[in-house]
Structure formats: structure tokens, C-alpha cells
């Protein structure tokens, strides 16, 4: 309880995040998980206050207003959940300023658009933090599912238009020149069938400045027929089902000893407990689940994609995560495909942003920041925007876009 004459600091620390809506409110502490949600109308004129800039995340209240139900119940949650306190003025006299997180990017999108893109050279391309290249589509393993894959998570696809296609070397070379020195993590290559990228031997001597993140895509069945694989290469398997034994078998004894990952592909939950026992037998320890949907399995994604309340707060929180939800999509964000056609995509679901033949990464770049087109696509459409986790999801997904729902989640407005 409050003295009713005395007056009081009401603060809220700098580590608290706040999203308030037009009759409700979150309060989320990002050093512990915890939260807050508020319908009250006092209260969320309280927070409003302490959110105004020139009260610096503290405010006066008198102690009779402190005293009254609901705001009593409020500030008695705030302060055992460390996300404020009360300060007796009389004993603190100087406000207890609080100095609170602001968003800010160095290259903000909207004052990017004021600029000559020229003019920030190399830094336009230190956004380029992971690169997709097909080398070719030519396969003839006719997967089921071939065209859902890789448009839902990073695959090898025969999709390339009207006929198999292989991006020209000289086209390769000048794209490994153009970030040799730049801050890709990450190059992945994929067909097809790689082993039958026409210019597959001289890739060796190619990627020497880029070994230890080079990753080869391919299916688990190319191996059986090609063993002249470069080692060098970290080994991503592409796993769909039916599984054919044989060639699964071969795989596994081929790459035992080197840096390879299992990618399961699954649509169902018989494929799911599959490929677990695969994992199981051969001691598997290096793998990776993807759903992949297909047009008639709503029910499994359901079951084991949508998100829940439960699911939303299972995994604490930064300021850093939760601001970067509000500008970019951390899925997408930096990372650019190039089709063997030349085709480059910010994102494979999306318009191309030009060809690689003719255009510069940095252009391309550049082109990708100002339209928005999948770096910055965030959840500010209905119903994620009225909702009061809507930054505290992950960003959209590939499964939003091919399903054409916003909201993967249970959440009720």
C-alpha cells in the first residue's frame, strides 16, 4: 500500500519492451521472459505516459491514485516481475530518469531511398550475408514433391522454366569475385544433380577462397553413380521419401567420415517417425526436419507448424531480436538466389530483382533494400499488426507465403 498523501516516481526499466494496442498492451521483460498484458484503461494510460519521450520512462503519480484498483494490482506486477519500481519522491528527489531502447539502423530503408547507392560502396554489400546458386537443374530423380521443396526451405529443385539450364562459368566466376572479400557466411550451391553441372571438375580449384563455407547440395541418390565428389565441400543430403534403400545405404557409407547433414523432408507423420528411425539405425548425428506442404497435409502442419501462446514465450527474447523483427525478416534478410538462368531472387517465392549476367551483386542489392520485396517483409499486415505478439513471433516464413496465410498460430484476436 501506498501513503495516499505522499507523491511517487513510477518507472519502467530500460529492459522491458512495450507494444501497446488500441485497448491493450505487452509488457515483456527481455532479461527474464516474463510478461505482462493489460486491457485496463488506467493503466494503459499510464503506460502511454511513461512511453511519451519527454517523460524518459518515468512519471509522477500521487499515492491515492497508486492505491486504486486496478493501477495497485498493475504496479504491485510490474515491480515483482522487475520490470519497475516506485520511488517515495520525498526520499528521491531527482527524477530516476530511465534511459530507453531506441530503434535504429544504420542504413534505414527509408532514408536509403535518399541516396545514391553508389555512394555507400562496400557497405551496401556487407548486407550480403548468405548466397544460393543454382548451377544447373538438370535431374532425373522426379521427386513428388520437387516443385514444394524449395520454394518452402533450401533445396535442390529442377525448376528452371521451359528446360534444364546450367549457369555459364564465366557467369560464376565474376559472382565468387564480386564477395571474395565480403561477409558471406555461407555459399550454398545446388542443382539438379550437381554431378552433372557441365563445368562440376573445375569447381575444386574455384572455391578454394571459399572452403570451410562452401556447402554442396544434393539428393542422397546422386551418389550412387557418382563418386568423384569433392571432399572439401561440406555435404548437405537432401532426404525425400519413399526412400529407396539401395541408394540411401550407399550415401550414408560414402560420406561416414566427412562433414555431411541429413536434410529430411517430410509431409506427414509416418515420414516423420521414418525418418527418425533412419536417424536412429545408422547413428545419424548431424540432421535437420523440414515440413513441407503440399496442399492437402493441413492437418500436420497444423499440428507441428502453427504456433501457440506456449510456443511464442518458450524462447526468451532480446531487445535486439524483437527490434529486428520490427524492420527486416530474419529468414530472409541477406541472403540472395541465383537461378541457372541468372535469375536473382531475395526471395525464391518472389519476383526476380534482375539477372546476374548483366547486373552487379551490388545493384542487385540495392534493388532488393528499396523495394522491400523479402528482406523487410514483416508481420504489419492483418491480423499479426492487432495483435500484441506480433514482434515477439519469428518473422514470416516460406510457409506463410506458399500457404497464403499471414498468421501460422492459434492466437485469438
Known amino acids: ?58 512519471i509522477h503519480c ?24 516506485v520511488a517515495d519522491i520525498s526520499r528521491v528527489p531527482e527524477k530516476p530518469i530511465q534511459l530507453m531502447p531506441v530503434l535504429n539502423l544504420q542504413y534505414d530503408m527509408e532514408n536509403f531511398k535518399t541516396q ?15 548466397l544460393n546458386i543454382y548451377l544447373n537443374s538438370e535431374c532425373h530423380q522426379q521427386c513428388p514433391h520437387c516443385k514444394h521443396y524449395f520454394r518452402q526451405n533450401i533445396c535442390c529443385t529442377t525448376f528452371s522454366g521451359k528446360k ?53 547440395w ?30 540411401w545405404r550407399h550415401c550414408v557409407t560414402l560420406l561416414e567420415h566427412l562433414d555431411a547433414r541429413y536434410h529430411f523432408f517430410i509431409i506427414d507423420e509416418e515420414e516423420y517417425k521414418e525418418a527418425g528411425c533412419l536417424i536412429e539405425k545408422y547413428g545419424i548425428k548431424k540432421y535437420a526436419f523440414h515440413p513441407t506442404y503440399t496442399g492437402d497435409n493441413n492437418v500436420f502442419f497444423e499440428k507441428y507448424v502453427f504456433l501457440n501462446r506456449s510456443d511464442i514465450f518458450d524462447k526468451k527474447l532480446s531487445f535486439r531480436q524483437i527490434f529486428a523483427h520490427q524492420k527486416m525478416n530474419t529468414h530472409f534478410f541477406g ?62 516464413s516460406n510457409y506463410e507465403i506458399v500457404i497464403g496465410k499471414q498468421n501460422l498460430c492459434y492466437i485469438k484476436l
Open 1 to 58: 500500500m501506498f501513503d495516499s498523501d505522499k507523491d511517487y516516481w513510477l518507472y519502467i526499466v530500460p529492459h522491458v519492451y512495450c507494444n501497446m494496442k488500441e485497448n491493450q498492451a505487452l509488457l515483456y521483460n527481455t532479461l527474464s521472459g516474463d510478461c505482462m498484458e493489460i486491457a485496463s484503461q488506467e493503466v494503459m494510460a499510464l503506460l502511454k505516459s511513461l512511453h511519451e519521450k519527454k517523460n524518459l520512462g518515468c
Open 62 to 85: 500521487q499515492g491515492m491514485q497508486l492505491n486504486l484498483s486496478p493501477v495497485r494490482e498493475f504496479v504491485s506486477e510490474l515491480c515483482r516481475k522487475d520490470m519497475g519500481g
Open 116 to 130: 545514391n547507392e553508389r555512394s555507400m560502396g562496400e557497405d551496401l554489400l556487407k548486407y550480403l550475408l548468405g
Open 164 to 216: 534444364p539450364q546450367a549457369l555459364d562459368l564465366c557467369v560464376l566466376q565474376k559472382v565468387l569475385e564480386q564477395i571474395r572479400y565480403g561477409l558471406v557466411g555461407q555459399l550454398n550451391l545446388l542443382g539438379g544433380n550437381l554431378f552433372n553441372y557441365p563445368y562440376y571438375e573445375e569447381l575444386s580449384d574455384l572455391l578454394i577462397p571459399f572452403t570451410g563455407r562452401t556447402h554442396f
Open 218 to 247: 544434393n539428393h542422397y541418390t546422386a551418389f550412387l553413380f557418382h563418386k568423384r565428389f569433392i571432399s572439401d565441400f561440406i555435404q548437405d543430403i537432401v532426404v525425400t521419401f519413399p526412400l529407396q534403400e539401395d541408394e
Open 335 to 396: 541472403i540472395l538466389t541465383i537461378f541457372a538462368n541468372g535469375e536473382v531472387h531475395g526471395n525464391v517465392n518472389d519476383m526476380p530483382l534482375g539477372n546476374i549476367s548483366d547486373t552487379v551483386l551490388l545493384d542487385l542489392i540495392a534493388e532488393e533494400m528499396k523495394t522491400k520485396l523479402s528482406w523487410r517483409r514483416i508481420r504489419d499486415k492483418q491480423p499479426c499488426c492487432d495483435c500484441l505478439y506480433q514482434y515477439l513471433c519469428p518473422s514470416p
